[in-house]
């Protein structure tokens, strides 16, 4: 594996309206291009990642007026894209079957003067028929499972919602330092526990903002990086896990999830342990997917993921740096393209006011559907020559 | 008291689930091979699939109280709980959960079944006790 990541391209980014996801992804892959010192026309790969609109495809191909691409593909495997996005752009370049790979996601789920949980509410389907239907009737939704994941953590292993308050307090800390950022007014424990149950136990600062809006990188090989324009993020290691949870006796669901081989399987391929890692950003679209994932990549033992947060380790001065723009519950949610794009700034040396003072290695985690996917890549401002 | 939640109904897989749900019987797919019983939505096993009888016993595997309606059919029905069980036969079921006691996990759970006037009968969860 020798591939980097030498472009990056962020939308403007939140309650911003009137422009489809079509729009969005677009214009961040002109950004992207343009910030990498490239133009369309050295682009040869493209892959594309949508959300809820679900309407950015290979279409934008030629909607960038992109030709003869070698690589192009649409992918999902929801929250775990941008690590999976990665991973098959990485190989690409790698093996030389395209010189530069666009990956961009984008999403358009806001309108104006809707609140965000209208935002999905008006696109949700729902199973009527069948077995999935008796998730329906039982009151499921995405927000609700991952409740009941939340719930089984904390009472097998004690984790208490003060613990999932830190989370989110740390990460608002790290929001106020972004300018990127939505939410940077300071938050407190007593906001978080006294803000409104959405399913208990988790509150509405529990859960990850909704946003407008499109992010990509673009890769290239390891070897080619240093001619262009921005320092060469590098990747080291990839990963992802995949648990298929039974819905039977013995299940982890709620426990450990894909992250536990998929971190491991990208330590494995970069060369290092949790202990070389400077910084961390998590998929977090709930405040306990941080806990567990803290605890799957094993940066803490399986349980004391609440209070490592709690005692403060993830917040800006702590040991390990977490989520360090506010990630998807105080900066943008913009699925795994939120850790990846601030891994890029963190690992460049370019987040301003928030700069991490040490970011050699820099270890990023999607997740995807209700714990069912996860993705995992290390990357770092050094390069690794090729390994066999 | 009306049962919260929209009409639902079988599919050519779960009709003899929600016939026997109509008679407040809950069924399972069992492995005619190796006699292990799965959870409704499982089709595949060592060996063909046939819908057994369940004692209908359960513990708590984990619960939500649901404050915001997942579906407009809840908007009334708020806050109400809902709960992954594990029947004794081993597979995990999710359902609305009543009952006044305060749950842990492995709380006893009997199923019954709601019988809403449009759509098919299915499977409720009734806390027996923390």
């Not at chain 1, 409740?147 to 790290?174: D, I, N």
């Not at chain 1, 080291?236 to 995949?242: D, E």
């Not at chain 2, 619960?63 to 029947?87: Q, Y």
Request: overall charge negative; some cysteine.
């Amino acid at each position: 594996m020798d591939a980097a990541i030498v472009g990056l391209g962020i939308t403007d980014v939140g309650r911003v309206y009137g422009r489809s996801a079509p729009d969005f992804a677009a214009d961040a892959v002109r950004r992207a291009v343009a910030d990498a010192g490239l133009t369309l026309g050295d682009v040869d790969g493209l892959l594309v990642s949508s959300g809820t609109t679900r309407d950015v495809d290979v279409s934008l191909q030629r909607r960038l007026g992109l030709r003869d691409l070698r690589l192009l593909s649409e992918m999902q495997a929801f929250g775990a894209t941008a690590g999976a996005m990665l991973a098959h752009a990485a190989t690409a370049v790698t093996h030389g079957l395209a010189d530069v790979v666009a990956c961009v996601f984008a999403d358009a789920p806001r309108r104006a003067g809707e609140s965000s949980g209208a935002a999905y509410a008006g696109r949700r389907r729902y199973a009527l028929t069948g077995a999935p239907a008796l998730r329906t009737v039982a009151g499921g939704n995405p927000t609700v499972q991952y409740a009941l994941a939340a719930r089984r953590h904390m009472q097998t292993y004690g984790t208490t919602s003060e613990q999932l308050g830190a989370v989110a307090v740390a990460q608002r800390r790290w929001a106020a330092l972004n300018p990127l950022a939505e939410m940077r007014r300071p938050l407190t424990l007593d906001e978080h526990q006294a803000s409104r149950w959405i399913a208990e136990p988790l509150h509405l600062l529990d859960c990850c903002l909704v946003s407008n809006g499109g992010a990509a990188v673009v890769v290239t090989r390891g070897d080619r990086a240093a001619d262009l324009a921005r320092p060469p993020v590098h990747v080291l290691g990839l990963g992802q896990g995949h648990p298929g949870y039974p819905a039977r006796c013995g299940s982890d669901f709620g426990l450990t999830t894909g992250a536990a081989r998929s971190g491991a399987d990208a330590l494995r391929m970069a060369g290092v342990r949790t202990g070389d890692v400077d910084v961390v950003e998590l998929y977090d679209c709930y405040t306990y997917t941080v806990v567990v994932t803290l605890e799957d990549y094993g940066f803490c033992a399986k349980g004391e993921g609440g209070p490592f947060v709690a005692a403060g380790h993830t917040a800006p001065g702590g040991s390990l740096p977490v989520n360090t723009g506010g990630g998807q519950l105080s900066g943008y949610y913009l699925w795994g393209m939120t850790p990846l794009t601030e891994a890029v700034m963190q690992a460049r040396g370019d987040a301003g006011e928030r700069q991490v003072p040490k970011r050699d290695v820099v270890m990023v985690s999607g997740n995807g559907g209700i714990l069912d996917h996860h993705s995992t890549v290390i990357l770092s401002p050094h390069r690794r020559e090729a390994r066999r | 008291m009306t049962t919260p939640g929209p009409p639902i109904e079988a599919d050519a897989a779960t009709a003899p689930f929600f016939t026997a749900a109509a008679r407040d019987e809950l069924l399972l797919p069992r492995c005619t091979g190796c006699r292990e019983w799965h959870a409704p939505d499982v089709t595949t096993c060592c060996g063909p699939l046939e819908w057994a009888a369940s004692t209908a016993r359960a513990t708590l595997v984990t619960w939500a109280v649901v404050h915001t309606a997942p579906h407009p059919d809840f908007a009334d029905a708020v806050a109400f709980r809902t709960a992954i069980v594990e029947l004794v036969e081993g597979p995990w079921l999710q359902v609305r959960l009543t009952g006044t006691d305060e749950p842990v996990a492995g709380s006893p759970v009997r199923i019954a079944f709601a019988h809403p006037a449009e759509g098919a009968s299915y499977p409720i969860g009734v806390l027996e006790g923390p």
